[in-house]
C-alpha cells in the first residue's frame, strides 16, 4: 500500500515563502511521477505543478510558474514544492499525488495515490 503524507503547511505572510514535503512510503519511488494539486473551500481541485519521474522535467500552472518550484529527492522518496512570494489567492489545502509510471500530467484523474493534504494560509 502506497501512502504519501504532506507536512509543511502553515500560516505564511504575502511575499514570505514556505516549503512543503511530501514523503512516500510504500512505494518503488522512481516509478512514479509526482504532482501537486490544490483545493480552495468551495472551488475544485486544480493542478499547480508536477515532476516526471527522474526529476529531469517539471511542469506548473500558469498561475504559479516563476514562483514555485518542485523537486524531487529519490534518494529520499520526497517531493518538495518552493512557494516563494506567495499571494492570498493561493492559500488552499495541498495534496501531493503519485502517478505510476506516468509522465507527471496535469489531471488529477491520471493519478493513483494521493496525500491527506496540508493547508497553506496566507495572511496579506
Known amino acids: 500500500q502506497v501512502e504519501l503524507v504532506e507536512s509543511g503547511g502553515g500560516l505564511v505572510q504575502a511575499g514570505g515563502s514556505l516549503r512543503l514535503s511530501c514523503v512516500a512510503r510504500?512505494?518503488?519511488?522512481?516509478?512514479?511521477?509526482m504532482g501537486w494539486f490544490r483545493q480552495a473551500p468551495g472551488k475544485e481541485r486544480e493542478f499547480v505543478a508536477s515532476i516526471e519521474k527522474n526529476g529531469d522535467s517539471t511542469r506548473y500552472a500558469d498561475s504559479v510558474k516563476d514562483r514555485f518550484t518542485m523537486s524531487r529527492d529519490n534518494a529520499n522518496n520526497t517531493v518538495l514544492l518552493q512557494m516563494n512570494n506567495p499571494k492570498p489567492e493561493v492559500q488552499a489545502v495541498y495534496s501531493c499525488?503519485?502517478?505510476?509510471?506516468?509522465?507527471?500530467?496535469?489531471?488529477?484523474?491520471?493519478?493513483?495515490?494521493w496525500g491527506q493534504g496540508t493547508e497553506v494560509t496566507v495572511s496579506s
Open positions: 499525488a503519485g502517478e505510476f509510471e506516468g509522465s507527471g500530467g496535469s489531471q488529477a484523474i491520471d493519478y493513483d495515490y
Open positions: 510504500g512505494a518503488t519511488f522512481i516509478r512514479y511521477a
